[in-house]
């Protein structure tokens, strides 16, 4: 299964790829720095094979390499002729599915970035049809917006709604990126945890009618903290307890200009300059003052740190959150794509078929078989479902709403979570609340209204199966007492 990373251009898109997968593998700046589509894969051993344009044989190269294929560098040149870079490495996270970093959308490109791009003879607009290319061939997104929907964003949804990408919140999640610079706050104020205020604009998000159709669900995460977190070494920790050791309001003053924290010789401070910068460069402001006030609090061991780190980023519950979503579901949103190119297949047209009456008769067949899964397999069938409810052609109340796309397994998919009932929920209890719900069913008035009877069948279908799989349950216990 293929996810692809995407937004506007300097959304932050490689940071987060960086932080998902555990390592400094995508270069990064504050300008946009990524030009070449990367596709990251899990393998034991770490491999790049770049592939080029022009058709040419496909080259390896090791690990170091990957910057001068996919990223221009500070003088503004880079590798035009590259199409895309397979990235193959032990990213223990990626076992669920491949990672697809890409250029971005977006013509407000900086003054920079646009001469680097004429100067590597390539255009914004190519960039961003590189980036809808990509997108297309994908099976599932991560859309990156900054702290918000902002007018360019709304122009990556109108991409995102496009026929090519009839994205869903099946195969849609969101993530507000670079949440660590709102740790300044207003008037230099720092906030107490950023991640508080960036999960009220997720909420916000999310509950608007027209991105709720869109998102599953929309995660606020300090990406470069989590990403620092990871590729902290010794010498970095032990900078931070130097700094924790430091008044923590005179830090955070220190810590509020970022350039005068980076480069000027506070007497105050225990690092010099030298080390100063590149530990806020890669940190930022917001991630020391975490680090150190973690180290305070009695957290000293650079293991433990990282960990803290990574959760206090909300990284954690955004890996988790992607693995249940996606992971649970990769055979079945893949094998949805694989339908969706069998429904558009032309078996009359000479391309697949030819003039043999008996090659389309196999091909009909073959096809038929493929068709009937969908139709019969219940696992399709709500997937099909909660996309007909999403994109707006059944009508249900809040709660019903709610209620469907539990049981279709979008909050977990064992027996007590489509329930919406507490994993440590007793067998009795499980069975009477089936049964309850498939008896309201049986007799709901949404069978009544359009699209309403066949949603009503599948829910019926989903909480027949729950109570059988309780009672199989209960007669294998009692089989071993």
């Given amino acids: 299964m293929r996810v692809a990373v995407a937004g506007v251009v300097s959304s932050g898109k490689s940071t987060l790829v960086n932080a998902l997968v555990g390592g400094e593998l995508m270069v990064t700046g504050l300008n946009p720095v990524t030009f070449t589509v990367s596709v990251l894969?899990?393998?034991d051993e770490q491999a790049v094979t770049v592939h080029f344009r022009d058709g040419r044989p496909s080259e390896h190269h090791s690990m170091t390499s990957l910057a001068r294929f996919t990223a221009r560098t500070p003088d503004g040149r880079g590798c035009v002729d590259a199409a895309w870079v397979d990235v193959h490495g032990p990213f223990p996270y990626l076992r669920w599915f491949d990672l697809v970093d890409t250029p971005g959308f977006g013509s407000q490109f900086e003054a920079d970035a646009l001469a680097a791009l004429t100067a590597l003879g390539l255009t914004a607009e190519g960039?961003?049809?590189?980036t809808a290319a990509q997108l297309s061939r994908a099976d599932a997104v991560l859309a990156v917006l900054n702290a918000g929907v902002s007018r360019s964003d709304a122009d990556l949804l109108a991409r995102f709604r496009g026929?090519?990408?009839?994205?869903?919140?099946?195969?849609?999640?969101?993530?507000?990126?670079?949440?660590?610079l709102a740790w300044l706050g207003e008037a230099g104020r720092p906030v107490g945890d950023p991640l508080v205020r960036a999960r009220k604009t997720a909420e916000r998000i999310a509950a608007d009618p027209d991105m709720s159709r869109l998102f599953h669900d929309v995660h606020p995460v300090c990406s470069k903290v989590a990403a620092a977190a990871v590729a902290m070494g010794d010498e970095e920790y032990t900078d931070l307890v130097s700094l924790a050791r430091t008044d923590r309001a005179l830090l955070e003053k220190r810590l509020r200009v970022h350039r005068a924290f980076a480069t000027s010789p506070y007497g105050d401070l225990p690092l010099p300059p030298e080390r100063r910068g590149p530990l806020v460069q890669r940190f930022s402001p917001y991630g020391i003052?975490?680090?150190?006030?973690?180290?305070?609090?009695?957290?000293?061991?650079?293991d433990d740190l990282r960990a803290e780190l990574d959760r206090r980023s909300g990284m954690a519950a955004l890996r988790q959150a992607l693995v249940r979503h996606f992971g649970r579901r990769r055979d079945l949103i893949k094998l949805g794509r694989i339908?969706?190119?069998v429904h558009a297949m032309d078996v009359d047209g000479p391309d697949i078929c030819g003039k043999d009456p008996r090659t389309r008769a196999a091909v009909r067949n073959a096809l038929q078989q493929i068709t009937d899964l969908e139709r019969d397999e219940l696992a399709f069938v709500e997937?099909?479902?909660?996309?007909?409810?999403?994109e707006?052609?059944?009508?249900?109340?809040?709660?019903?709403?709610?209620e469907l796309r539990t049981a279709m397994g979008e909050q977990g998919a064992s027996v007590a979570e489509r329930l919406g009932l507490p994993p440590v929920t007793v067998l009795a209890e499980m069975e009477r609340t089936a049964l309850e719900r498939l008896g309201h069913w049986r007799t709901s008035p949404v069978a009544n209204q359009p699209g309403g009877r066949a949603l009503v069948q599948v829910m019926e279908r989903r909480y027949?199966?729950?109570?059988?799989?309780?009672?199989?349950?209960?007669?294998l216990l009692e089989e071993q007492e």
């Fill in 41 to 43: 894969r899990h393998a």
């Fill in 127 to 130: 960039v961003s049809a590189a």
């Fill in 163 to 180: 026929n090519d990408l009839a994205l869903s919140p099946v195969t849609c999640v969101g993530v507000l990126t670079k949440v660590e």
């Fill in 289 to 302: 003052a975490l680090a150190t006030a973690l180290i305070r609090e009695g957290v000293d061991t650079p």
């Fill in 339 to 341: 339908l969706d190119s």
């Fill in 383 to 390: 997937l099909r479902t909660l996309r007909r409810w999403y």
């Fill in 392 to 402: 707006g052609e059944i009508a249900l109340s809040e709660a019903e709403a709610a």
């Fill in 464 to 475: 027949e199966q729950l109570c059988h799989r309780v009672r199989t349950a209960r007669a």
